[in-house]
C-alpha cells in the first residue's frame, strides 16, 4: 500500500477580518489514533470553515474534504481526504485519500488509499494539495466543500443532490440533502453568482408557505440521452432560483453527459456522479450555455448483507487488493479494535493490572 502524507492544507478564509487568527493551527492525526468516548465539536460561526471541527475521531463522527473540478469538454476528477470512521473495519485506518477520475470519452478511474498521518495546517494563507510530493491541477472550473457531521450519511439523509456549475456570466453551488432523522424534511441550500458575485442565496427549511423567501427548487427530467445505472433513471435536471420580493426567476437545464462515479448499494439505491452540459439563465433574457458537475444520491433503508458486499468490492476494487488481502485486513481491523475496546475499558473504570514474578 502506498502511504500518502498529506503535506499541508492551508485554507484561506477571507469573508470578515476577525476570522483571521495570527497564530497557526495544526491538528495531526494518525491513521489508527481513535478514541472510545464523546469527542468535542466546534459550533462557533466565527471559527474558520475549514479547520477541522472535532477534537479527535471517534466511532461515529465523519469529516471529510472535498475538491471537484470538471472541463468544458467533460473531463472531471473529485478527490477528497477525510476522518471517517466508518473505513475502519476495512482495516487501513480512519484517514482515506480517495480520487474519481472521468475523461470526456467516458473512461473511469478510480482509486482509494489511505494515509498514516493525516496534518491540517491553518494559517489563513494559500489552497495547496500534494500527493506524494507532486501538486494535482486542472484546467477547468471547480469547487471545494467540507462536510462535518456527528453520524454517518445513512444514518443522517434519506437523499440527497449537490451541483456546481458555471453558466457563461452565472456560477451556483447548491445542496439539497432530505433528513432521514427529521421525517424526510428537505433542507435547500445554494448560491446564485453573476459576475463573480453572489446574487440570490437559499438556505434553512423548505417550509415557506407564502413563498415569500427566496426560493430553490430541482426537478429531474427525462429528455437527455444518458442516464445511470441504478434506480434513478434521469437524464438530467431543471434548476431554478426565483427572487420573490423582485420577482425575477432563474432556470437552468443541464444534460447529464458523463459519468464520473457510481456505486450501487441496492435496490437502485446508491450514489451517482455525472459531468453536465447546462443552458439557461434569467427568464425572459439571454439564454447562455456552461457546464458543471452534480452528485445525486439515494440511501438504502439499512445496510444488509447486499449493500455490505457492494461497498466492500468498491473498496476492494479501488485499493489494488484482492478478495484475500481484503478479508485478512477487516480481520486484523476487528482484532486490533477489540483490543482498544478492552484497554479503554480498563483504563475508564481505573483497572490495574500488576504483574508478579515467581520464583
Known sequence: MILLFWEALEFLLLFQSFEVESICF???????????????????PYRSFERSKFSGVNDTAIEKWYFEAVSEAGDAFIVSLGRDPSYKPFGFGVIPFEMMFVFANGTRHAMSDFASESRIRDC??????????????????????????????????????????????????LCIPVSRIAGRIVYPSGVLYKDGKPMLEVYGLDNDTLLASNRLLIHPHFDGTFTGGLGDTSSSWIVEFAEPASSRRWRFTSKHQALVHELGLGSGSGLSVFTDLIEGGELNSWQHSGYGISEQITAPKSIGPSVAWELFKTHRNNT????????????????????LTVSWIMFRNGWTVEFNKVS
Not at 29 to 44: D, F, L, R
Not at 320 to 338: H, P, Y
Open 124 to 173: 489563513c494563507g494559500e489552497v495547496d494539495l500534494k500527493v506524494q510530493g507532486s501538486r494535482l491541477k486542472f484546467a477547468g472550473t471547480g469547487g471545494h466543500f467540507h462536510d462535518f457531521a456527528a453520524f454517518d450519511w445513512f444514518t443522517l439523509l434519506d437523499s440527497w443532490r449537490n451541483m456546481r456549475a458555471i453558466i457563461g456570466p452565472y456560477a451556483f453551488s
Open 26 to 44: 495544526t491538528k495531526t492525526v494518525g491513521a489508527y489514533q481513535t478514541v472510545k468516548s464523546p469527542i468535542w465539536c466546534s459550533q462557533n
Open 320 to 339: 489494488g487488493s484482492t478478495t484475500w488481502q481484503a478479508v485478512w485486513n477487516m480481520f486484523c481491523a476487528a482484532c486490533r479494535d477489540g483490543a
